[in-house]
């Protein structure tokens, strides 16, 4: 199977530029770029999501998204797939099953939510569940 592998770094956004779809459309336009260079490869987006906001906007972009709520059960390829680049941009050997780097007190505090306010959105009511230390900097491998 021939994969690539679009990385989204650990990306900073000043707040000046939040909320310009300035992450959205980096993202589509390395997407449109990988996928006219090599078509015939499968694409994956993988990053870190330590903020519940660029965990949905990733589940409003993409149809296939993993963890998700519509998808308990991960399958098997996309799982390994997953750790594989969890270790090697975040040297992260050590997931727990829910694929959460922990790292409690490690960047920036999110005080977007407070626990039990996340239940009108399914997308973020999920990652809210699966990844409760965020807002101490725990990180979610989308």
């Given at each position: 199977?021939?994969?690539?592998?679009?990385?989204?770094?650990?990306?900073?956004?000043?707040?000046?530029?939040?909320?310009?779809?300035?992450?959205?459309?980096?993202?589509?336009?390395?997407?449109?770029?990988?996928?006219?260079?090599?078509?015939?490869?499968?694409?994956?987006?993988?990053?870190?999501?330590?903020?519940?906001?660029?965990?949905?906007?990733?589940?409003?972009?993409?149809?296939?998204?993993?963890?998700?709520?519509?998808?308990?059960?991960?399958?098997?390829?996309?799982?390994?797939?997953?750790?594989?680049?969890?270790?090697?941009?975040?040297?992260?050997?050590?997931?727990?099953?829910d694929l959460i780097m922990h790292a409690h007190g490690v960047g920036r505090a999110f005080t977007e939510?407070?626990?039990?306010?996340?239940?009108?959105?399914?997308?973020?009511?999920?990652?809210?569940?699966?990844?409760?230390?965020?807002?101490?900097?725990?990180?979610?491998?989308?």
């Amino acid at each position: 199977i021939n994969v690539l592998c679009i990385f989204l770094g650990s990306m900073y956004i000043m707040p000046r530029w939040r909320g310009s779809s300035l992450t959205t459309s980096l993202l589509l336009a390395c997407w449109l770029e990988a996928s006219l260079r090599w078509p015939s490869h499968k694409a994956y987006l993988f990053f870190a999501a330590n903020s519940f906001k660029s965990y949905s906007t990733v589940r409003k972009l993409f149809h296939d998204c993993f963890p998700s709520h519509t998808c308990p059960v991960m399958p098997l390829w996309e799982l390994s797939y997953l750790k594989h680049l969890a270790h090697v941009f975040y040297g992260a050997s050590q997931l727990s099953e829910d694929l959460i780097m922990h790292a409690h007190g490690v960047g920036r505090a999110f005080t977007e939510l407070q626990d039990g306010m996340c239940s009108d959105d399914a997308d973020v009511a999920f990652f809210c569940k699966i990844n409760p230390g965020y807002q101490q900097g725990d990180k979610l491998m989308v």
